[in-house]
């Protein structure tokens, strides 16, 4: 080889490969050009664009955001009912769980609505945590439910009791007090706040402690004299508190209730035997609630308890592709042997996922100015929580 030959730059060498230099140079300017948009505008330019319009979502993936940590109650839903949704879905994709914890699931749901793909591959899972922040209009809150479309949705319960060392036998014994009971709870902001309202409600001479890790240390608390009230949903009830009240140490004293279709606050079919917190009002004050702080209480029970979890897809999600999974999801709902396994995560509550979803779950998620004005001022008021 000359000198003249070895000196010659590099871009103007024929390559090795065999390949024409111009189509090689045509090649590289391809990938620079694809390195560059998906670096502008993001990974899903080079991502194959899923096929879920046809009714067939074989070889995709089930991408579902769980906005909160591993182990909970809202992440073992939330992979049990994914693992079944992926199965009964026509071509039964994959399924890929993806904990993203973080601002009591505010992070990972901000994450979700700006950067998932509308085409029915990516799902996110809402709770109350969630939910809650978004009805109050917390700063940190940058998505809107009015703006995602629900797949399904799963309703809980949940049942007060309280410590009987601390003087508690009745719901007689919750008002009137020469000193309040003390209720342990995480944050007066999230699933919290419906137990706050309905001890505004009904009168009760309680103090709240925040910061528990959990309901679970909160029921530890409370079996160590450290709190008096507590509250533990459907699934939790049994492990939980059923053998508390069998010992005597802790006495059941009123479910929350549910909200039918007509907005009525009904007896919880998991415990048909204990009053709600609206006939406990009525025992204690000898009339029906109303006003504020009882609309405030239905408001939340329904978007808390009613519907506390759902899954969602972006709004621009084709319209086939959420029929899919929304059909899915009832099909499977409707599945004696599904209804069967589910019992215990599900807490023998129903999967809702039939086209009257999209409005039920709305007017839910829809509270009153009126209601949230009363919800701030008692967060100001009597817990110190300023909103922003």
Do not use: C
């Not at 182990?71 to 890929?96: C, I, K």
């Not at 530890?220 to 004299?225: D, E, K, N, S, T």
């Not at 007509?262 to 009525?282: A, K, S």
């Amino acid at each position: 080889m000359s000198t003249e030959t070895s000196q010659r730059p590099i871009a103007d060498a024929a390559p090795t490969s065999g390949v024409p230099r111009r189509t090689a140079l045509i090649i590289m300017a391809v990938f620079v050009v694809l390195a560059v948009a998906a670096t502008t505008f993001g990974s899903d330019l080079l991502r194959r664009a899923a096929a879920t319009t046809d009714g067939d979502f074989a070889g995709e993936t089930l991408e579902v955001l769980i906005p909160l940590a591993e182990g909970g109650g809202t992440d073992t839903w939330a992979r049990y009912v994914g693992t079944e949704l992926s199965h009964a879905v026509p071509g039964q994709p994959g399924f890929a769980p993806v904990n993203e914890p973080g601002g009591e699931g505010i992070a990972g749901t901000n994450d979700f609505v700006a950067s998932a793909r509308a085409d029915g591959t990516e799902i996110l899972v809402s709770t109350a945590s969630s939910v809650v922040p978004w009805v109050l209009g917390r700063s940190e809150v940058q998505y809107d439910f009015d703006q995602l479309t629900p797949v399904l949705a799963n309703g809980s319960g949940g049942v007060i009791y309280a410590r009987t060392a601390a003087g508690v036998s009745s719901v007689e014994d919750l008002v009137d007090r020469d000193t309040p009971l003390r209720f342990g709870g995480i944050s007066a902001t999230g699933l919290d706040l419906t137990t706050l309202v309905a001890f505004d409600l009904l009168g009760a001479d309680v103090e709240s402690i925040f910061g528990f890790e959990g309901r679970g240390p909160v029921n530890l608390a409370l079996q160590r004299g450290e709190v008096d009230l507590d509250y533990q949903t459907t699934s939790a009830y049994g492990p939980a508190v059923a053998p508390l009240a069998e010992a005597g140490t802790a006495v059941p004293l009123m479910s929350m209730g549910q909200v039918n279709d007509e907005g009525e606050i009904v007896r919880d079919p998991n415990f048909p035997d204990l009053p709600t917190v609206v006939e406990v009002y009525e025992q204690l004050h000898g009339k029906a609630p109303s006003g504020p702080a009882f609309e405030a209480y239905r408001s939340l029970l329904a978007l808390t308890y009613t519907w506390q979890k759902a899954m969602w897809v972006p709004q621009q999600t084709p319209d086939a592709a959420v029929q899919t999974l929304r059909r899915s999801a009832h099909e499977m709902a409707q599945d004696p042997e599904f209804t069967e396994a589910a019992a215990e995560v599900l807490g023998g509550y129903p999967i809702i996922a039939d086209d009257d979803l999209p409005a039920l779950v709305h007017d839910a998620y829809t509270v009153e100015p009126d209601v949230r004005d009363y919800v701030v001022e008692l967060l100001v008021s009597d817990y110190d929580v300023q909103l922003d």
